[in-house]
DNA sequence: CACTCTCTCCAAAGCGCTTTGGGTTGAATC
DNA sequence: GATTCAACCCAAAGCGCTTTGGAGAGAGTG
């Protein structure tokens, strides 16, 4: 069933019905009525691709999903953030247009889409401190929205959460809580985000005048083996951390696993503080006890993040004219059960 | 630039540098070169659009991914099987079209892929026993791969990991450790898999005369806090099991948690067999000290499933004729560090 | 009553591509 | 030298929709 078909079935013109399906006021309100009731007996979409050649319009969002390493690893963390993002985008009849490829390929991957037009914009997941993908972007002409955001963030639209002020916070928390040996197990530190933690993290140590100790700070893809290993490493050492830093739950299952098969139970012999983005399936949340989740954590949840960038990303499409949108959320450092004072030094 | 122009820069039709660029016959090579030459420098690309409307091939395919429960939990599973088949469709030069919804909505996305034929085939994952949208695809015509199988696996293409058999050889081999008190922390039973595996516990049970109990028997979405929180209700039972048979590593690390937090250590206290999807990040492989991973498991990478189911989705879009292809999958049991033999009657 | 609007609706062009159904041309064949 | 046949190439017709530029019919106005 066609519009052509319709309107004949109708003894219409196909202007009119296309005019009274898309809402246009140049048709009787009886008549669209009419068309309407027609539609949904005959079971009518109009052909997508169709509609688009005559518009010019995708009706389509391309998402990049980077698979990090040389395994190309695919972060459970972009799920979520691609369900909050798809939630909005089948709200407003958009399409989701997903490409997984290597990080390496991500560039030509938003070329192709830009060049042949078919998504409308594009979502741009963790950049590097000076992501090329941007000027990129800002040169093709086509909108788009970073999930985080680069060294220099100006000129475009994004949405980050205060990540120096979160590890800042939850150094400082541990430091309060007497720990002075305090391990980072963070991110790829080419990505811009796990910069910032680092940078946190530093700031507060040095505010307390302490000098980091590089073997205590390790980077890179946050998997859960990640932490097992790091962890595994520094506790075996002479030297040996007291308190934990992760960039992510994921990996903070890790130092626990560790911690776990050492004997040293979390918040008493050892403190963890990950990065919590509220994961469906492993979301520190749901393991909450009367003394509160499994971990303390700096909350944020990316599922809500992914749902913001997209509406953000759909009012630049509407509105060329619109100016860059910049959000900046903050942080809940939630109070779990894997921290806890530090162990008196003899102990440790 | 469209094909126009660049036909008319060339001083040739718009058919025959269609052609060209097609890989047609009809076009002396020297010409064929020439036009590629200039689309090269042209940066020329087909728009898309035009090329489906004018075909009828979207060259895409649908997935639909699949949120569970009244929270829209979405499983980190997925993600992995997506970057499989994503791989594929990269390669093949097709586009992932992606549809967030409830599982309740999941028949609404497909019917409408279907009619206004936007993708060339779709996927249907985590099918139930008497999965509707089976039926409906095939009424519309669409081609379609199942990952997984209904209660009635006929007349339709799918792939499946032996699930019986896997969990029934994971239940035997917890009986020939000595444990007789084996409890299951499985997926929803709604769907098929989930059945399938209970089957295979029930029957190595019943093989050694014994008969399940319901108490020891969970059921519900694979998150962690749902292998926690069982495992915390049986572990604090006055009759409490002492192996656990996990559907995934997810939960699988929820009980390894709530054993850890009463002081029993998996492998002497308790015993934890759990399937291992191989997840990117938290696959159970990458934690392997000399002793083997942490965990027991059954293994089948889901990555690669969603690679195969890919590439037997586009075979069936190439040939209409292709008859269905079933592909059942056995799984390894690889030793971990998570089992051991039953702890003695007394201490337990 | 003639004229001007406003309301409704329509014919046809156009989006950029593929593909059908020929045409030309030059070489091979009789 | 006429005929046949590849080998190449082209004009034009769609694919299904939106949108421009009217046209016709009543209603309102002087």
Redesign the interface.
């Given at each position: 069933m066609n519009l052509k078909q319709l309107s004949e079935s109708l003894g219409l013109s196909q202007t009119t019905v296309s005019r009274a399906l898309n809402g246009y006021p140049e048709v009787r309100e009886a008549t669209r009525l009419r068309v309407l009731a027609a539609a949904q007996a005959a079971?009518y979409?109009?052909?997508?691709?169709?509609r688009?050649?005559a518009t010019g319009r995708?009706m389509?969002i391309g998402?990049v999903?980077p698979?990090t390493g040389r395994?190309?690893?695919?972060?459970?963390i972009?799920?979520?953030f691609?369900?909050g993002a798809?939630?909005v985008y089948?709200s407003e009849g958009y399409?989701?247009?997903?490409?997984?490829?290597s990080v390496e390929g991500a560039e030509a991957a938003y070329r192709?889409m830009a060049?042949?037009?078919?998504v409308d914009g594009v979502m741009v997941q963790a950049p590097t401190m000076d992501d090329p993908r941007i000027p990129l972007l800002q040169g093709l002409g086509l909108p788009f929205v970073v999930h985080g955001r680069t060294g220099s963030p100006e000129g475009y639209s994004w949405l980050d959460v205060a990540n120096i002020r979160a590890f800042r916070r939850a150094t400082e928390f541990l430091l309060d809580l007497g720990h002075r040996k305090i391990a980072l197990v963070n991110g790829q530190e080419t990505l811009d985000f796990a910069r910032r933690r680092r940078l946190g993290y530093e700031q507060a140590l040095a505010a307390r005048g302490i000098t980091p100790n590089p073997a205590w700070m390790r980077t890179d893809?946050?998997?859960?083996?990640f932490g097992?290993?790091s962890a595994v490493e520094m506790l075996e050492a002479d030297d040996r951390p007291t308190a934990f830093l992760a960039a992510s739950i994921?990996p903070a299952?890790?130092i626990?696993?560790a911690a776990?098969e050492r004997g040293l139970r979390l918040g008493r012999d050892v403190s963890v503080i990950c990065h919590d983005d509220g994961?469906?399936?492993?979301?520190n949340e749901?393991?909450r006890t009367p003394e509160g989740p499994?971990f303390t954590a700096t909350r944020s949840s990316i599922?809500a993040a992914g749902k913001r960038c997209a509406e953000i990303l759909l009012r630049l499409i509407d509105d060329p004219t619109q100016p860059p949108i910049q959000e900046l959320w903050e942080t809940d450092l939630t109070l779990g059960r894997s921290t806890g004072p530090a162990p008196a030094p003899a102990s440790a």
């Open positions: 079971n979409t109009p052909n997508v691709k169709a688009h050649l995708a389509a998402h999903m698979l395994e190309e690893l695919v972060n459970p972009f799920a979520d691609i369900a798809g939630e089948a399409d989701m247009l997903l490409s997984m490829v192709q060049s042949n037009a078919s893809i946050m998997t859960e083996q097992y290993r994921i299952i890790g626990r696993q776990g994961l469906s399936y492993i979301g749901g393991i499994a599922r």
